[in-house]
């Protein structure tokens, strides 16, 4: 149950409600660019957010969540054999000594991002006689703090993938560069779908880039309208994280580059 500003009493708790409208302003910005919302994927993200948030969504039927520490997942994933169509999607940086428990739990990686970390994953993959869907990172802003490919390393690496079978290409994912200037956040969305084009035309390039996992909290809208098909949103849904070092959340393993 919830209780909203003017005292209204609803059914749903307060993730449920929030949930629903996050939705369904994903549905009113896809209308305002004229696209099917049903193309757009509203990912929550749960992060440091108690299972028992998972199990409320769980409830009105969804199914996928993002994560961005496998050590999360993995415990998430414990805590909850009774709800075994819960499927993770892991959305952090991920060292290739995580690579086992993402074969192992795993449904989805958006943060591929080397050829070292795709021989980890697919050598664990075939242990488990499982697949993953993967997407490509790009780093689209620019910035050294941030993981993903330089937009014209990624051609080499999508190549070079076709050597992995257990690895299914699904599309490309993006960081946007923080803050509120709309243009400099719209031109790294510009960057990834132009980069979505240019791979989409190359034949020796693996899988398919029908996907583009871009937009946040702050910009899923913007996002949206600039070719997204999911959107991960945490604070949105779940409400404000610790306030902690907000690295330790975007990438659990230490920043880039150290
Ligand atoms: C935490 C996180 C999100 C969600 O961020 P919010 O601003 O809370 O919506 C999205 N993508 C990645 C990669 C994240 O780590």
Not at 20 to 36: F, I, L, P, Q, S
């Amino acid at each position: 149950m919830a209780v909203s500003e003017d005292g209204a009493v609803s059914e749903e708790t307060e993730v449920q409600q929030r949930y629903r409208e996050v939705r369904a302003r994903v549905d009113e910005a896809c209308a305002r660019v004229g696209r099917d919302p049903g193309e757009v994927h509203l990912l929550p993200v749960s992060k440091t957010k108690p299972v028992e948030l998972v199990r409320e969504l769980h409830a009105i039927g969804v199914t996928t969540f993002g994560e961005n520490k496998v050590q999360e997942v993995v415990a998430k994933h414990e805590a909850t054999p009774d709800l075994p169509d819960l499927c993770w999607s892991v959305i952090g940086h991920l060292q290739t000594n995580k690579a086992r428990d993402v074969a192992r739990v795993a449904t989805e990686l958006q943060t591929l991002d080397s050829v070292k970390l795709a021989t980890a994953l697919e050598r664990r993959l075939q242990a488990e006689g499982r697949g993953l869907d993967v997407h490509l990172q790009v780093n689209s802003s620019g910035e050294e703090s941030k993981f993903g490919l330089a937009p014209e390393d990624v051609p080499a690496l999508a190549r070079e993938l076709t050597a992995f079978d257990s690895l299914r290409v699904v599309g490309l994912m993006t960081l946007a560069a923080p803050g509120p200037d709309t243009e400099v956040v719209a031109a790294c969305f510009e960057r990834v779908r132009r980069l979505q084009q240019v791979l989409g035309e190359d034949d020796r390039a693996a899988g398919s880039y029908d996907r583009l996992s871009m937009g946040m909290s702050g910009d899923y809208e913007l996002a949206i309208a600039h070719g997204s098909t999911c959107v991960r949103v945490g604070t949105a849904i779940f409400g404000s994280r610790p306030p902690v070092n907000d690295y330790a959340h975007y990438w659990p393993e230490g920043r880039p580059g150290s």
